[in-house]
């Protein structure tokens, strides 16, 4: 069983930088594959950028590719979201989520259904 923690949520400016961050106990963090997805207000929740539990590949979606790195430090057991240049449409509820049965070392899972394990969330508001 995975438990994850996010933080690092809070009312921002357009153009501010924010970092997420999301701390994973009661597993083997270094075997599990993480996401980040966003909830907006009216909207389904949809991936923003996943993460291979070799941290060697990432998948971004285009909404905040060049904007957004994702980063993992296996040694405190947490996924990082790095946030650049927030715009009003990244306002949402953000979720860090964890793959940890069946995970194939090089694969950056995008599909919300992959997961197993999901945090609580932390909210992201962006003024403009």
């Known amino acids: 069983q995975v438990q994850l923690v996010e933080s690092g949520g809070e009312l921002v400016q357009a153009g501010d930088s924010l970092r997420l961050s999301c701390a994973a106990s009661g597993g083997t963090f270094s075997s599990v594959a993480m996401g980040w997805f966003r909830q907006g207000p009216g909207k389904e929740r949809e991936i923003v950028v996943a993460l291979s539990r070799s941290g060697g590949r990432t998948w971004y979606s285009d909404s905040v590719k060049g904007r957004f790195t994702i980063s993992r430090d296996n040694a405190k057991n947490t996924v990082y979201l790095q946030m650049n240049g927030l715009k009003p449409e990244d306002t949402a509820v953000y979720y860090c989520?964890?793959?940890?049965?069946?995970?194939?070392?090089?694969?950056?899972?995008?599909?919300?259904?992959?997961?197993?394990?999901w945090g609580q969330g932390t909210q992201v508001t962006v003024s403009s």
């Open positions: 989520a964890a793959k940890a049965k069946f995970v194939i070392s090089d694969v950056a899972y995008t599909r919300e259904g992959a997961y197993n394990y």
